[in-house]
């Protein structure tokens, strides 16, 4: 921090999505005065979104919890000590295994967890502790198709490839939409610079989307593709590369197994066919896949839309495929590995699990140490499930059918939330855990450096100093981990010596023994090596250079080999055998019916900033988009308030009519509902919006990986009835029923 005319300067990198931008910020008399981009960040160059000003709203909201509460009888809020607090966890998660054992007390992990180094490493011991297997996060809602084709293809769920994004000639992106996202297990900050960047080198970019998006109006080609059909695509790419000759793996088909399996099994799917499922013409394929096979390196990438689907592991998986057939795994402009300055990859020893164990209604399969999140509500009704601990997440408004996991929190036997402020999940909770906020802590982005463009390090020192008697989430977790373990094992006890000494500790451990720490020190600019004081001396973070070759050193599994061809992927072709017909005639015989799919938007963030009036000022950004031929059909005009039904739920929101839609497909955010008893985000509750995943199925998922199919839901729309009340909300049947 530099400090002039009672003006301070503090530099620190944005921790509210993947992008890492680096910000300038000016604080006065203990005020932030501006939130800017930081011109000197090698990676960010300078780059922000709109939402980088939240940090400041976020650290002055009155919403915000800054202490212990617990639930009054009369459904009031209590402040309490810390020390009663834990008192209270303690006792009740106790009580909870005392009478039904340890499975009975689940934990759900959300997203801003991974945006926490604190969090990401004390939060594993605490879950060890538990010693439940009812483990739930926001990873079964959104990337666990890519988890689970790196475990088994490259045997480590967290060895991804990133796309080369500054290098490639062609970036063909399915189901993302990175100008808007600001990428995705793709860390890219000013990510539409970089893609217009590609165009500029004679490059070329092709979106694959149901809908028209803001990416796809950036890149140079766009295709509508069906919901939920893109492994039948994907297959088709591959179909026609091998059977045009078009493979050519070099270098990786040394160290690379089952490429023989994927010629067979892509023979079936030849464009002529697959376009009646896909809505993609054969041409269109035919000739999209020669263009990717001409360029000089081309990169395939999927995200959520591809993900959060049916098929996602399938998609997952032949997105790989492609890359390694056509030889751009591991090659400059291609998909490569990073090499971070600290190794994640290493640091998790165990490189992954399936099946170990299953969930209880559903027998859906245990991946990485986690249960599917979709089968929490129904283990919760069957009793499987009696307590929760939630930690930075808010399952009720970001998992499928949340409506009925809110119902089962509201009759849960303890719920305690580790969260600031108290939203659609937190109002269940007994006790409310509340941490410090960003600009109160330290930060490393230990899993977004991970995943990045190039490599590079950051670290941020805290702005703030903590306001008195408050915890960072990492206290939290490891007095509660403390309390919960009854007879501590020796490694246990030197952990917590360690670790009471914060994570910074532990980071510079990380840094030191990471491939940029001293034992490398001849390689690097800037002296003897990484350690936590070194990388300090470096506030707008250190370049490490640009992605390199890897393969076949990096490879986890036990051979040194890819696995291309896994038995538990190959055998999941049959389900999309058996799935085509039915995929097919879905788009034949609509009988009125459409197809949902989510979006995302720059102002918002999941469920959890619609509280900062900055961001939610203008219009209504709740709203279904509808094609204009599906609008005059029914009868609909722009702006009026349509009811949306699917399986389990119905909702009301104005529609939007614009033919960025895909005929048949209509597309709705998902994070809003806001307007719930005992919510207390004043601004979000007064712009409540309704929750899509009300409308989600929790039985729609991937029966492969068990991630959430939001992809794909079959919904009818019609225009609300006249003079009838709105439709029930979910809060409104939970009050019902408390
Ligand atoms: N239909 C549909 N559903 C979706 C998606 C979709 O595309 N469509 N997307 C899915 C995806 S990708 C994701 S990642 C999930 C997100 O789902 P979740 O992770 O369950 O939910 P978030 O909205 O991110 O809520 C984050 C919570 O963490 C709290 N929080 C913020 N910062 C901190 C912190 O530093 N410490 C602590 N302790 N708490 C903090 C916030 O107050 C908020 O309550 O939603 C998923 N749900
Ligand atoms: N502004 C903002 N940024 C965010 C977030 C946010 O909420 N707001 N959330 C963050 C999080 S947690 C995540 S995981 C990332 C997600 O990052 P992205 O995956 O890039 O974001 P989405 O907008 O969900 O993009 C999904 C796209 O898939 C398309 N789609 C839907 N169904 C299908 C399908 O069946 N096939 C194909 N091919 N496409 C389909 C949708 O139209 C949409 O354009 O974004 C992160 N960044
Ligand atoms: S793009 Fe992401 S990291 Fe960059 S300022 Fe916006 S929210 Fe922060
Ligand atoms: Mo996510």
Request: charged share 25%; hydrophobic share 40%; net charge neutral.
């Amino acid at each position: 921090m530099t400090n002039s005319a009672a003006e301070l300067v503090h530099h620190r990198s944005c921790n509210l999505c993947e992008a890492m931008c680096g910000l300038e910020i000016r604080v006065r008399d203990g005020e932030v005065v501006s939130i800017r981009g930081d011109e000197n960040d090698p990676f960010s160059r300078g780059h922000i979104c709109p939402k980088a000003v939240a940090l400041q709203d976020i650290h002055g909201d009155p919403d915000r919890l800054r202490h212990p509460v617990k639930k009054t009888e009369h459904g009031g809020w209590q402040r309490i000590s810390w020390e009663q607090a834990f008192e209270l966890v303690e006792a009740g998660i106790r009580r909870v295994q005392a009478h039904h054992g340890r499975d009975a007390v689940a934990i759900y992990g959300g997203n801003p967890n991974v945006h926490n180094y604190g969090s990401l490493l004390y939060g594993p011991p605490l879950i060890h502790a538990l010693r439940t297997r009812h483990r739930y996060s926001a990873t079964s809602v959104d990337q666990l198709p890519h988890h689970f084709s790196s475990y088994f293809l490259y045997g480590h769920i967290l060895l991804l490839p990133v796309p080369d994004l500054d290098r490639t000639q062609f970036f063909l992106c399915l189901g993302g939409n990175p100008a808007v996202s600001n990428g995705s297990l793709m860390t890219a900050p000013d990510v539409k610079k970089r893609l217009g960047a590609i165009q500029e080198r004679g490059g070329r970019v092709v979106v694959v989307d149901p809908r028209r998006t803001e990416t796809a109006n950036l890149a140079g080609g766009h295709v509508f593709i069906r919901p939920g059909t893109d492994a039948w695509f994907l297959f088709s790419l591959l179909h026609v590369i091998f059977q045009e000759g078009l493979d050519q793996p070099g270098r990786l088909a040394a160290f690379t197994d089952g490429i023989g399996v994927m010629r067979e099994l892509a023979t079936e799917f030849d464009p002529e066919t697959t376009s009646k499922i896909t809505g993609v013409s054969a041409d269109a394929v035919r000739q999209l896949t020669r263009d990717f096979c001409a360029a000089d390196s081309a990169v395939c990438y999927g995200r959520m839309g591809v993900s959060t689907q049916e098929f996602g592991g399938l998609c997952q998986w032949l997105i790989n495929v492609i890359n390694v057939v056509t030889g751009n795994l591991d090659r400059p402009g291609g998909a490569m590995f990073t090499r971070p300055a600290v190794d994640v990859v290493k640091l998790k020893k165990k490189p992954g699990s399936f099946r170990r164990w299953t969930s209880h209604v559903r027998e859906l399969p245990e991946f990485g140490g986690e249960l599917p999140v979709s089968s929490l509500a129904e283990d919760m009704e069957a009793g499987a499930v009696r307590a929760l601990v939630t930690s930075a997440g808010n399952p009720v408004l970001s998992t499928p059918d949340g409506r009925r996991l809110d119902l089962a929190l509201a009759d849960a036997e303890f719920v305690v939330s580790i969260d600031f402020y108290i939203n659609e999940t937190t109002r269940h909770a007994d006790v409310i855990l509340p941490p410090t906020a960003s600009l109160e802590h330290d930060h490393y982005d230990l899993i977004f450096h991970a995943l990045a463009i190039r490599d590079t390090a950051r670290y941020s020192e805290p702005l703030f100093t903590p306001a008195d008697d408050t915890r960072h989430d990492w206290q939290i977790l490891l007095e509660l981990q403390k309390r919960l373990v009854t007879k501590p094992t020796f490694a246990q006890r030197s952990w917590w010596a360690v670790a009471s000494r914060g994570p910074h500790v532990l980071l510079d451990l990380a840094l030191r023994s990471g491939p940029y720490g001293s034992g490398l020190r001849s390689f690097l600019p800037f002296g003897k090596g990484l350690s936590l004081e070194r990388l300090k001396r470096y506030p707008h973070g250190i370049d490490l250079g640009a992605l390199k070759p890897s393969l076949p050193d990096r490879l986890q599994t036990p051979d040194r080999r890819i696995h291309l061809a896994p038995a538990e992927l190959v055998e999941d072709v049959s389900r999309l055998r058996q799935r085509a017909d039915g995929m097919a005639a879905q788009w034949q015989n609509r009988a009125g019916r459409l197809t949902l799919i989510g979006r995302r938007q720059v102002r918002s963030n999941n469920s959890w900033m619609h509280n900062y009036p900055r961001l939610m000022k203008g219009s209504d950004r709740c709203t279904l988009l509808m094609h204009p031929d599906d609008a005059v059909a029914r009868s609909l005009s722009d702006g009026d308030h349509v009811r949306v039904s699917s399986r389990v739920g119905e909702i009301e929101v104005p529609l939007e009519i614009s033919d960025e839609m895909m005929p048949g497909v209509v597309s709705m955010p998902h994070g809003f509902g806001h307007a719930r008893e005992g919510v207390r985000l004043t601004t979000a509750s007064g712009r409540p919006g309704a929750s899509v995943n009300d409308l989600n199925d929790s039985r729609r998922i991937d029966d492969l990986t068990g991630n959430a199919a939001f992809s794909g839901l079959s919904v009818t729309v019609v225009a609300r009835p006249k003079g009838r009340p709105a439709a029930k909300s979910a809060a409104a049947s939970v009050e019902a029923s408390a």
